[in-house]
């Protein structure tokens, strides 16, 4: 069975799932990457009934918002349902700039309470699809499977293959759970473009700019070479992460807890790696000493 049979198969064991356990249609997340957008379109070929979810991160380029709202226009005219997800914290509407002040640091690749936040809270008790492969880190790789059922507690996280022998208990656990499918987990980057040449997938205009990656403006993890590429095509994107610390600071001062940032360019130049105030590590030290 080749991967993209093997990927169709894991929609539709994942929408029969969604349907029997949760008596509503599966979840396809998109996140206006190209992984989504394979998805997406794997879902169409493999016949099943599905919605369509997008968490709205507020940090996304204005290219990525774009491209979404075209991607669910054309859905919505095949009646395929489509929700935009707007972030909430505490019970409170919240964007990234209004985040970061109240949890009193900011994002970094180990502390990504972004992703938690602004990402990751959509499809709550029902059975979702995510474009996750293991070809986009180790982490992934070891820690990611074709089908999951996700929850707080490690311990009580479920990872199964395509044929694992656990596949009867994890359809079987009562726990209203977020599970999910991962169809496309063994795909690798030449898999993922050969695949949209070969189905002429319509792609976020990025990518065409020779962009390898499509996420928040400023993440962490896109390192800094790529993060100054990214402020430097959308400059007020780091006016409001500027404006964004110094609130995070007046935060700390407000409640007595220590910073040797006097102001918000203090840190931002700290998070983007360029000056480190005395007594601290940059991030690379952090790395390797984790």
Same mark, same amino acid.
């Given at each position: +069975?080749?991967?993209?049979?093997?990927?169709?198969?894991?929609?539709?064991?994942?929408?029969?799932?969604?349907?029997?356990?949760?008596?509503?249609?599966?979840?396809? &997340? &998109?996140?206006?990457?190209?992984?989504?957008?394979?998805?997406?379109?794997?879902?169409?070929?493999?016949?099943?009934?599905?919605?369509?979810?997008?968490?709205?991160?507020?940090?996304?380029?204005?290219?990525?918002?774009?491209?979404?709202?075209?991607?669910?226009?054309?859905?919505?005219?095949?009646?395929? %349902?489509?929700?935009?997800?707007?972030?909430?914290?505490?019970?409170?509407?919240?964007?990234?700039?209004?985040?970061?002040? @109240?949890?009193?640091?900011?994002?970094?690749?180990?502390?990504?309470?972004?992703?938690? /936040?602004?990402?990751?809270?959509?499809?709550?008790?029902?059975?979702?699809?995510?474009?996750?492969?293991?070809?986009?880190?180790?982490?992934?790789?070891?820690?990611?499977?074709?089908?999951?059922?996700?929850?707080?507690?490690?311990?009580?996280? +479920?990872?199964?293959?395509?044929?694992?022998?656990?596949?009867?208990?994890?359809?079987?656990?009562?726990? %209203?759970?977020?599970?999910?499918?991962?169809?496309?987990?063994?795909?690798?980057?030449?898999?993922?473009?050969?695949?949209?040449?070969?189905?002429?997938?319509?792609?976020?205009?990025?990518?065409?700019?020779?962009?390898?990656?499509?996420?928040?403006?400023?993440?962490?993890?896109?390192?800094?070479?790529?993060?100054?590429?990214?402020?430097?095509?959308?400059? &007020?994107?780091?006016?409001?992460?500027?404006?964004?610390?110094?609130?995070?600071?007046?935060?700390?001062?407000?409640?007595?807890?220590?910073?040797?940032? @006097? &102001?918000?360019?203090?840190?931002?130049?700290?998070?983007?790696?360029?000056?480190?105030?005395?007594?601290?590590?940059?991030?690379?030290? /952090?790395?390797?000493?984790?």
């Amino acid at each position: +069975m080749d991967k993209e049979c093997a990927a169709i198969e894991r929609l539709r064991v994942g929408a029969e799932m969604s349907e029997t356990y949760y008596e509503q249609p599966l979840i396809i &997340t &998109t996140s206006g990457g190209k992984d989504s957008d394979v998805c997406l379109h794997l879902a169409q070929a493999a016949g099943i009934n599905y919605e369509v979810q997008h968490n709205h991160t507020t940090a996304d380029a204005p290219e990525t918002v774009r491209h979404v709202r075209e991607t669910f226009r054309k859905l919505e005219e095949k009646e395929i %349902k489509c929700t935009i997800n707007w972030p909430t914290y505490k019970g409170q509407p919240v964007t990234m700039w209004s985040l970061i002040p @109240q949890k009193l640091m900011p994002p970094t690749r180990v502390v990504r309470y972004c992703c938690d /936040v602004l990402k990751e809270q959509g499809g709550k008790n029902r059975m979702i699809c995510t474009g996750v492969r293991w070809a986009e880190s180790t982490a992934r790789k070891n820690n990611r499977a074709a089908f999951e059922r996700l929850h707080r507690d490690r311990e009580k996280r +479920m990872l199964l293959s395509d044929n694992d022998d656990k596949r009867r208990l994890f359809e079987n656990c009562q726990l %209203k759970a977020k599970r999910v499918v991962n169809p496309i987990i063994d795909w690798t980057d030449e898999d993922v473009w050969a695949y949209i040449e070969s189905e002429h997938i319509q792609m976020n205009p990025l990518y065409c700019e020779g962009q390898h990656r499509v996420g928040c403006i400023g993440c962490p993890v896109a390192g800094r070479k790529g993060r100054e590429l990214e402020f430097a095509r959308w400059p &007020t994107y780091k006016g409001a992460y500027i404006r964004a610390f110094d609130r995070m600071i007046e935060g700390r001062k407000a409640r007595g807890l220590e910073t040797e940032w @006097q &102001t918000g360019t203090d840190a931002f130049d700290w998070w983007m790696g360029y000056d480190v105030l005395p007594g601290q590590m940059d991030f690379d030290e /952090v790395m390797n000493d984790g």
